[in-house]
Structure formats: C-alpha cells, structure tokens
C-alpha cells in the first residue's frame, strides 16, 4: 500500500525504485554515461581527472576517501555522487533506516513482511547522510543504541522498537559521507572497519547489529589538518580509495566556480551582471594568493584561500555595486582601501606571525597584481 493505494511493486512504474542497492544505481547510471560521452557529475566545475578517478573507484565498490585541503569541493563532489541515485526511493513507511520492501533488513520491516497482509510504504528522497568526523562521537550517536524510553513504555529489550539507529546505518540505501574521517575517535575508526567492508557493525561492546546496509560510504580529510601523522587509521585507509581533491585548474574554472554559487544567484535567480575584466581580477585574486612560485610576497601566506573566498568576494562586489544603485560593478566598489576585498580575504588567509597589518598588504598586493595582469591582457 501506498498512500492508501494498491500497487504492483513489480510494474515499471515501481520498479526503478527498490530491490537495488546504491552502489548498483551508480554503476548502472555510470555505465551509461560511459557509452553517451556525458559528464555525470555537472554539478562540479573541471576535476576532470578526480571524476575518472571517483568513477572507476565507484565501479570497483569502494568506499573513496577524498583528501583536499579547505573548500576545494569535497562535499560538493559527495553530493554529485548522490545524484546519480533516484530522487526518491520507495521504503517500508516508518522504518528508521528506510527499509527496502523487497528486501527488508530490519527486524520490524522483516516481521511486518511476513505477518502482515498489506504493508505501507512511503516515499523517501535521496539520501544524503553527513556523519561529522566529531572526536566525542559515541558507539550510539555512529551505529545506534537502546531507547531508554521504549523500554519505560515495556518494550522488551530485544524489540526491534527499542533499537535507535544511528548516523552511519540513517545512510542505509544512500549516501553516508564521513566528513572528516580522522577526527573520529579511533575506537570509533574501528567500527568502520567492518562497516565498510562487510556493511554489518559489532560494537565496543561485542554486539552485532543485526543487520547488514547497503550504504555507499565516502569520506573526506583535510591534510592541512593533520599535526605530523595522518589521524586515519592505516587498517581504514587499507579500505578505501584516496583521490585528491585539488585547487581549480583553471582561471577560467575558478570564475565558474565563483560565479555560480554566488549568493545573488540564489536571491535573484539570475546570473550576476559581473564584467569580464572584474571576474578575471577577483578570480587572479585568489588565484595569485595560492601561487607559491609567482610572486615572492605570496610565500609568507600559511593557509591558502579556498573556493569560498572566491564566491564570497564575487558576492562583496555585487553587493557593493548593488548599494550604490548600480547593477554593474565598477573598479571603485573594491573599496577605498580595498575594504571589500579584505571583507572576503582577511580570515580567509593566515599570514606569518599573523600580523594583520602584514596581511592588509599582502592583499593589497593581490590586489594590484590581478588588476595589472587583467588589464594587460586586454590592452594586447
Ligand atoms: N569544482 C567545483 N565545482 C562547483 N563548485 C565548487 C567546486 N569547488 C568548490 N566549489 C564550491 O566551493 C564551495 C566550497 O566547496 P565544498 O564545500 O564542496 O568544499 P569542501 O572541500 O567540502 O570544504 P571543507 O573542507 O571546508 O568541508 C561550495 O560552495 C562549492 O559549491
Ligand atoms: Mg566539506
Ligand atoms: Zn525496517
């Protein structure tokens, strides 16, 4: 039953929707893709050599581990990976890990299947799980625990009511994306062995969950994070894929990448009036102040401006043109002192000995580079 209504689960209506785990979706939508020549992951700007990767990784069954610094776009290449799954999914109506009719794992679903006449079902969309890498994650905020309460309510211990699950079985027939896998508590790291490799999970205490998930794992690190030693455990790393995610290849990427994400392109629902010689300037901006070999002043920046400070300087400039009534902006809208670029870049970067005079400069530099190169290249 679904929403009250009969259906044949078996007719191709229904069918896309079930009896299939995500990593078969994926498979089944990039084996397509493979024969039409298109880019299934539109969504991400360039990264052409990180989509071959992520593909063939996904197509081998991989959990991939995607190693980047800051902003580059790791959890925006989870999400493309997401979307290739249906946009909805047809589960058991009120299973807390969105059970499967076909096949149900969880012991209610399992008991309902099989003592019940009618079974409703729901709609549920994709599913997209961020399990935060939080270094006081507990054994029952990752797999799941008892519910205290249900056992108040005289559930008997072993009912499958009493079972809560947590954030990485919430993923079953979706996406669980590990953000920041390192900064899991390393007993916690352990658990993921099994998870990731045989999709079951025995806790601490030497309990089986009893069921298996069919969950597409992926997860991220930030190597600018890590104090010495890789905070991943060797035996997790050994399960996983590692496919580094790199800094826009391209000025022209870069501007994609601002452009698009841009606040005003939410707001207004159109793309911003932005001249060509300012995107190139904003875009050279951040470009300059993540290029070690260009210029000597640049060495003395430590953290390196990420997609966002490109995105949020794009934003700053509208914005100020915007205030002075104007729809385009002009050359004064960086500001007097360039207040708007420094908006978007003073916690963006770290500078040596974090001096934020030293720091006003070197954006003003940037700034002066940038202009000086775009207006270069127009006048040749
Ligand atoms: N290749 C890209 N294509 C499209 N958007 C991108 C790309 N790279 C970065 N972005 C944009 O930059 C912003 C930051 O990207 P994202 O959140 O994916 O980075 P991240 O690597 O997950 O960062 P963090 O390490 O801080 O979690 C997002 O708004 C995202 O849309
Ligand atoms: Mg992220
Ligand atoms: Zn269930």
């Given at each position: 039953m679904l929403y009250g209504e009969e259906v044949d689960l078996w007719s191709s209506e229904y069918l896309p929707y079930h009896s299939k785990t995500p990593t078969e979706y994926v498979i089944e939508k990039i084996l397509e893709s493979e024969k039409a020549e298109?880019?299934?992951?539109?969504?991400?700007?360039?990264?052409y050599r990180e989509k071959e990767l992520v593909k063939n990784a996904l197509l081998s069954g991989s959990p991939i581990l995607l190693k980047g610094r800051r902003g580059y776009g790791k959890t925006t290449l989870s999400k493309a990976i997401a979307e290739l799954l249906p946009k909805k999914i047809l589960a058991v109506k009120g299973c807390k890990i969105y059970d499967d009719p076909t096949r149900p794992v969880c012991f209610s679903c399992k008991r309902k299947l099989l003592e019940e006449n009618t079974v409703e079902l729901a709609w549920v969309p994709r599913i997209w799980v961020r399990i935060p890498g939080d270094p006081m994650m507990t054994t029952r905020q990752l797999v799941g625990g008892i519910s205290i309460q249900k056992i108040r309510e005289g559930y008997d211990l072993d009912h499958p009511e009493v079972f809560i699950p947590g954030r990485a079985l919430k993923a079953n027939r979706g996406v669980g994306y590990f953000d920041e896998l390192g900064a899991l508590p390393s007993a916690m790291q352990t658990l993921l062995h099994e998870l990731f490799e045989e999709h079951q999970v025995t806790t601490l205490e030497g309990d089986i969950v009893p069921f298996k998930v069919s969950t597409l794992e992926l997860a991220s690190t930030n190597p600018a994070n890590y104090r010495g030693t890789n905070p991943i455990k060797e035996p997790l790393l050994d399960r996983m894929e590692e496919i580094e995610i790199g800094p826009p290849e391209t000025l022209e990427e870069e501007i994609e990448i601002g452009m698009r994400n841009m606040f005003y392109r939410k707001w207004r629902d159109e793309g911003p009036p932005i001249p060509r010689w300012h995107r190139e300037i904003v875009a050279r901006i951040v470009r300059y102040a993540r290029d070690k070999e260009r210029f000597e002043f640049t060495r003395r920046i430590e953290s390196e401006p990420s997609c966002r400070a490109t995105i949020k300087l794009f934003d700053h400039l509208q914005s100020k043109a915007l205030r002075s009534g104007r729809r385009v902006p002009l050359l004064s809208d960086y500001g007097e002192n360039l207040e708007i670029v420094k908006l978007a870049l003073m916690g963006r970067i770290e500078v040596e000995f974090n001096l934020s005079e030293r720091k006003g400069e070197i954006v003003e530099r940037l700034f002066e580079e940038a202009k000086k190169q775009t207006c270069r290249q127009i006048y040749n």
């Open positions: 298109v880019d299934i992951f539109p969504g991400v700007v360039g990264k």
